[in-house]
């Protein structure tokens, strides 16, 4: 086991329990200090964050591959990223080591701690990475044999290529924002049951997908495909993504080419980035796949991990979120690894800051569903809320959060949480 997942590692910050930020996670955001106007990078640590910018200012990197960079005084990851594993895994090492409880360097310096660890609800989160391009893959089985038993019938619920091939398409960067951006409901063409020709309108149907997503590291070049082998040292990290989909703007205008204004109009991602050294213990195996998946796709090792996520959902009459499902990334079928491989089997170049997400992430069971078009089952079946509010899609100023985490007995790496609220259509 890596020292820096350790459960007998502890930090001089005190961390509860069930904090989501413990020493072995040590995750990557951007933020803005108190009083600052200018972006740079931190680590999570607790109720705190860690301004990495003015540690490197102190030298704390001096014997390590970035000690003549200026990485972390930058407004993004991008330049961190593009370093490559052996980079990472040295200088997590060394933040591990600063904030452990016996090593003096910034535990006993009040000034250099009163200038680099300010507390995460005194900051301000932006989008951790310049996203340059973003694809949304289909991973999960049960969403899309839900979706397909809804538009197509049991019988052809998982369309011939399914069970072959990572089902992607590529999303809109632009519209890419951190956690707390508010979600405009949006407008386009919609097709209602009965009507012989569509009609323009806000969309009636909007929902969530509770999605993961994983962002580049170093690319690849053009014509050169990256092996599924060689895929764990081009992925950084992962974060929360809440993919909003207009329902009913999609349905009209997906065929033949797939999702466009019915997705492009807002991706929502959580702040923080947390490592693939971080999950190293919770890995565990994937789905057995049926058919064999061909040559480039196949994978012998544990390559998925055990990752409990969360719904929670509250209307503008509602105090407090309530819980509206439960899944866990480890139910894809199609693992990171694959889909990686797959989008550049075809020489497609990746490059630092690319984002992949998973797709819906659904369970086997009603309650693990990762969409209101599951839960609610094409709206048949409203979905219950404890102050007597049914729903089938989302309300305007619904608020929803998306959260995750992984657990052992000893401490939690959380992915804290990626929230939207919906506001009303604006006038086009």
């Not at 397909?148 to 049991?154: C, S």
């Not at 659904?362 to 969409?371: A, E, L, Q, W």
Request: with cysteine; proline share 7%.
């Amino acid at each position: 086991m890596d020292e820096t997942t350790s459960p007998t590692l502890k930090s001089f910050i005190e961390v509860e329990r069930t904090s989501h930020f413990p020493i072995q996670n040590l995750p990557y955001g951007v933020f803005i200090p108190p009083s600052a106007y200018v972006p740079r990078i931190g680590v999570a640590i607790g109720e705190f964050v860690l301004d990495l910018s003015v540690i490197e200012d102190h030298g704390i990197f001096a014997d390590t591959a970035i000690a003549e960079a200026r990485v972390f005084n930058q407004p993004s990851l991008n330049y961190f990223m593009s370093l490559g594993r052996k980079t990472w895994v040295e200088v997590r090492q060394v933040i591990s080591n600063l904030l452990r409880h016996d090593t003096p360097t910034l535990r006993d310096n009040p000034e250099l701690k009163r200038k680099c660890l300010f507390p995460q609800k005194d900051v301000t989160m932006v989008l951790p990475v310049e996203i340059g391009d973003y694809t949304d893959f289909y991973s999960s089985k049960e969403h899309a044999t839900n979706v397909g038993t809804m538009f197509r019938g049991k019988e052809n619920a998982l369309n011939p290529n399914w069970l072959h091939l990572p089902v992607g398409y590529h999303g809109r960067a632009s519209s890419i924002v951190v956690s707390g951006t508010p979600v405009i409901r949006p407008h386009g063409q919609i097709k209602p049951d009965g009507l012989s020709a569509p009609i323009f309108s806000e969309s009636k149907l909007l929902d969530f997908e509770l999605e993961m997503g994983f962002f580049i590291g170093p690319g690849n070049k053009m014509g050169e495909p990256i092996k599924i082998d060689d895929a764990y040292d081009h992925i950084f990290g992962m974060a929360l993504v809440n993919d909003w989909s207009a329902r009913d703007i999609q349905k009209w205008e997906y065929v033949p080419l797939g999702p466009f204004l019915g997705k492009s109009f807002a991706t929502s991602i959580s702040p923080w980035i947390v490592t693939l050294e971080a999950l190293e213990p919770f890995r565990t195996a994937a789905p057995k796949q049926e058919p064999e998946p061909l040559p480039y796709l196949q994978y012998e090792d544990n390559h998925t991990f055990d990752i409990h996520l969360e719904v929670l959902l509250k209307s503008k009459n509602m105090k407090n979120y309530e819980r509206i499902s439960h899944s866990n990334f480890k139910y894809l079928y199609w693992s990171m690894y694959q889909q990686l491989a797959h989008h550049t089997i075809n020489g497609c170049n990746l490059r630092t800051g690319d984002l992949l997400a998973s797709g819906t992430i659904s369970g086997s069971t009603p309650d693990s569903y990762g969409s209101l078009l599951e839960l609610s089952w094409r709206g048949e079946k409203p979905i219950s809320l404890s102050n007597g509010e049914t729903r089938k899609f989302l309300h305007d100023y619904d608020s929803v959060i998306l959260t995750a985490w992984c657990e052992n007995e000893h401490y939690r790496i959380g992915f804290g949480t990626v929230e939207g609220t919906i506001f009303p259509a604006k006038n086009p």
